[in-house]
């Protein structure tokens, strides 16, 4: 065994023990400390029995035994717990050693984190990693940012042990400054609850509109995932589908409807109206989630609201194609949402946020990998100034094909009485985008009309201001030229 470990990792629960043991697997050395100091000594005699880790009983027998530039990598709970580590840190620490976050950190504390660790002339890294349990330890989709010099000394580890795609390149690449790499790792948080709507949304409408048992679902799951939706969730939802309780029963059905969530999903959400950029997909799946919540009062409104009862009276092979297009249309909406998310934030932040790469880096390891990915990737390699992913020839040309089926599926569930916020929502932004004109000429009369809020004509240049007295009651004075 070496003398010195390559780095040393803060928090073995179950991500940084796979994390760590992913590092050792390729030949790397780790030091491994923890709040709960039996866990270290557990871990090295358990689970890292006989393989090059080095066991710390404090912070500074960790700090001692690593390698100049030392890398310190924390895997702990978000928030105090990471400010708290920090601190205990720092002083252990010489010029030029980098400390790294790889939990789910808010980004924005990732941004003020990073100037303070420069500030005592360290450098930092926030990084999303994502996979779960079994992405740590084989292979995560990991997404830093921080500070840039830290990156040259971390990338042959980070890109050792994260996950590859068919070509063998990476999922693990520079994302870019201070809260860059928290922020794409939001992001793709964000989207993952998208495609768990969506993919919930078609479920309702097999099983309440085409009576649709588990079984025939999970053989439709089964061949969307050899076709364009080939992806992660696809195949976890056709597994889930087949997958039977003790009596033989599909599990699923007796599962209690009520959505949990930790947050990511939401600050996503919250990103995008900070930013003024419509996300509403990924807004209407954290919603969906809020109103799964509310059991106790769907239960008692379901007693005495009444709608229309399902009936479906198509064709059902055809609805389930249109499904599949649906799946498929709001899919490219949501990444073009969410990727105009990150292009706004890299204005608002600073940041130089390369497009394609964070395409690569979700195609593999990560929740929310898929072979649609790909095709994102293409798109922004071939134009990395592209403004909206709808506007890429290939993807434009999917999301109209798609649209047909889609339309019928919206259509047809709002006839039926089956919420499908996501699908629907998805699809009025697609309507919305396309749209030479909205009808925002009319609101804006209103605003004039009640704040004097003034407005622009479409028969004046852009940048004229012009305010109508509506009533001929007020004044002719526009909000933006008198203050109270
Ligand atoms: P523990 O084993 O001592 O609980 C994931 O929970 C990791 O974060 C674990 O390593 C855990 O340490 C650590 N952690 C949780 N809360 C913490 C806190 N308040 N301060 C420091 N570490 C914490």
Redesign the pocket.
């Known amino acids: 065994m070496k003398k010195l470990a390559d780095i040393g990792l ?4 179950v991500m ?1 023990e796979n994390l760590v043991l992913n590092m050792e697997s390729k030949g790397y050395t780790v030091a491994v400390f ?3 100091v039996d ?1 270290v000594d557990k871990f090295v005699n358990g689970r890292g029995a006989g393989k090059n880790f080095i066991g710390a009983h404090s912070i500074e027998e960790l700090c001692a035994s690593l390698e100049k530039p030392r890398k310190v990598m924390m ?3 978000a928030g ?2 990471v400010d ?2 920090i601190e205990l840190i720092i002083p252990h620490l010489e010029k030029g050693d980098i400390i790294i976050d790889g939990g789910n950190s808010h980004f924005p504390d990732t941004i003020r984190r990073t100037k303070y660790v420069e500030s005592k002339g360290l450098l930092y890294i926030g990084t999303g990693v994502s996979g779960g349990e079994e992405g740590a330890l084989k292979g995560p989709s990991m997404m830093p940012g921080g500070s840039p010099a830290a990156w040259p000394a971390v990338k042959e580890i980070f890109q050792a042990v994260a996950a590859k795609v068919e070509d063998g390149e990476p999922c693990c690449d520079w994302v870019g400054e201070d809260g860059a790499g928290h922020f794409v790792k939001m992001v793709h948080n964000g989207i993952e609850y998208g495609d768990m709507q969506i993919i919930c949304e078609a479920y309702q409408l097999m099983k309440e509109m085409l009576g649709m048992s588990a079984d025939e679902m999970h053989e439709v799951f089964k061949a969307w995932n050899n076709d364009v939706l080939d992806s992660y969730l696809i195949e976890i939802t056709r597994d889930i589908l087949g997958f039977k309780d003790e009596d033989g029963e599909p599990l699923v059905e007796k599962i209690l409807d009520t959505a949990g969530q930790k947050g990511t999903g939401k600050w996503t959400g919250v990103s995008a109206l900070d930013l003024g950029i419509p996300l509403t997909l990924i807004g209407e799946s954290v919603f969906a989630r809020c109103l799964s919540a509310q059991k106790d009062l769907r239960v008692e409104a379901s007693k005495v609201i009444n709608g229309p009862a399902a009936q479906f009276e198509g064709d059902k092979a055809q609805m389930i194609d249109d499904l599949k297009n649906a799946l498929f249309g709001a899919k490219i909406i949501s990444y073009a949402q969410g990727y105009n998310l990150m292009m706004e934030a890299a204005k608002e932040y600073g940041w130089n946020l390369n497009y394609g790469g964070i395409a690569l880096m979700w195609r593999g390891g990560c929740i929310i990998r898929s072979v649609f990915l790909a095709d994102i990737k293409t798109a922004f390699d071939k134009n990395p100034d592209l403004a909206n992913l709808l506007l890429d020839p290939y993807f434009k040309e999917k999301v109209e094909a798609a649209q047909v089926g889609w339309r019928r599926v919206c259509a047809t569930a709002l006839s039926n009485g089956i919420p499908v916020p996501a699908l629907t929502s998805a699809l009025c932004y697609f309507d919305g985008f396309r749209s030479e004109r909205l009808p925002a000429n009319l609101l804006q009369a209103q605003r004039d009309y009640f704040g004097a809020h003034t407005y622009e004509r479409l028969d004046k240049p852009r940048g004229q201001f012009f305010h109508t007295n509506w009533t001929g009651r007020g004044g002719d004075t526009a909000s933006s030229t008198y203050e109270v």
């Open positions: 803060i928090g073995l629960a940084g923890n709040r709960t866990k895997l702990v709970k105090k717990p708290d580590f």
